[in-house]
């Protein structure tokens, strides 16, 4: 039986591959993509994730979600991601229709129709849609299998600020409620993806698949690449939100620790830092499998073999 998933998501590029991962692999079920503001606004990200939808040649639903952070104003990435949020190759607007109800309530009702222990969650974005589901339906926390999900960063530091990472930075109110909740987390940290770095040969491999999805990916690679290269003067860029869906369908390429993770919410220097206790310093009950090592050669070759399916 397929494993039952609800992708949260903010599209984005690195997102959009992990959705595509997520619709090559017949071991996943997913039932639904829930859009948040993030990369860039609601408007967008939800357009985006129709496009995507498309683009497999699917037909997934996608709900819209909460077009700002709990209690902050927004912030995005157009300077990593562009202005449309997928830029690097012109795609046509999506014919895949928005589902009428809103992301939030889709999440509540869809975990109290199903037995518990059954729908994983996936956020590759700031956590608002998920804080926002779990505040107002708390009966729905107990229900979740497990929450894997894309944020933060300790060894690595952050890539929005020196302390914090983009996902949790943007929301930190709403991570820190998620990291709380007591619902099984599973992170893909910077300090996992950092490592997770597209290769020259890699990005032709994709684009010599001939088919639409090959030619998005290489293009998408292309272009969020010179950003990184530039940020990080490393060979490639890390496909961030990919390690989520990868981890879901062979564990075995992450390696990490189970250990307590708090969100810093108080301190304008280091706000949306992931303050992780990998060395089990401070009595803190585990909270979170934090990822610290991957393979990066297994990575590519599941992407690989995935997305040449589509
Ligand atoms: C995360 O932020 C976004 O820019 C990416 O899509 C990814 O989810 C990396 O910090
Ligand atoms: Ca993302």
Redesign the pocket.
């Known amino acids: 039986m397929p494993r039952k998933i609800i992708i949260d998501t ?6 959009a591959v992990a959705i595509l991962l997520a619709l090559a692999s017949p071991e996943l079920e997913v039932l639904s993509l829930t859009a948040v503001a ?2 860039v606004p609601l408007a967008l990200t939800q357009k985006n994730a129709r496009i995507i939808v498309d683009l497999a040649g699917r037909q997934t639903p996608v709900y819209a979600g909460c077009d700002r952070p709990l209690t902050r104003p927004l912030v995005t ?1 157009e300077h ?2 562009g202005k449309t949020g997928l830029d690097g190759i012109p795609l046509p607007d999506p014919t895949h229709p928005l589902q009428p109800q809103h992301a939030v309530d889709h999440i509540i009702d869809t975990l109290r129709a199903h037995p518990a222990g059954t729908i994983t969650l996936c956020p ?2 700031p956590l608002t849609n998920i804080a926002t589901a779990f505040t107002r339906a708390p009966d729905i926390v107990p229900k979740v299998a497990e929450i894997v999900l ?2 933060g960063g300790y060894f690595e530091g952050g ?2 600020t020196p302390a914090a ?3 949790i930075y943007v929301d930190p109110e709403a991570a820190d409620i998620v990291f709380k909740s007591g619902a099984p987390l599973v992170v893909m940290p ?1 300090d996992v ?1 950092h490592k997770a770095l597209t290769s020259r040969p890699w990005v032709e491999g994709m684009r010599a698949l001939g088919t639409p999805v090959g030619q998005a990916v290489a293009s998408w690679t292309d272009f969020f690449e010179r950003f990184d290269t530039a940020k990080y003067g490393s060979e490639g860029a ?1 496909l ?2 990919p390690c989520v869906i990868a981890y879901l369908l062979q564990p075995a390429l992450f390696t990490g620790r189970h250990i307590n993770v708090e969100i810093e919410t108080g301190s304008e220097l280091t706000l949306g830092m992931t303050v992780a206790d990998w060395w089990h310093v401070t009595g803190r009950e585990p909270n979170a499998m934090f990822m610290g090592g991957v393979d990066r050669e297994g990575f590519y070759r599941l992407l690989t073999e995935r997305l040449g399916r589509l």
């Open positions: 903010d599209p984005g590029q690195d997102d993030g990369n990435a990593v991601h590759l974005g894309m944020g890539n929005i990472e983009f996902n910077l993806t890390p961030h939100d």
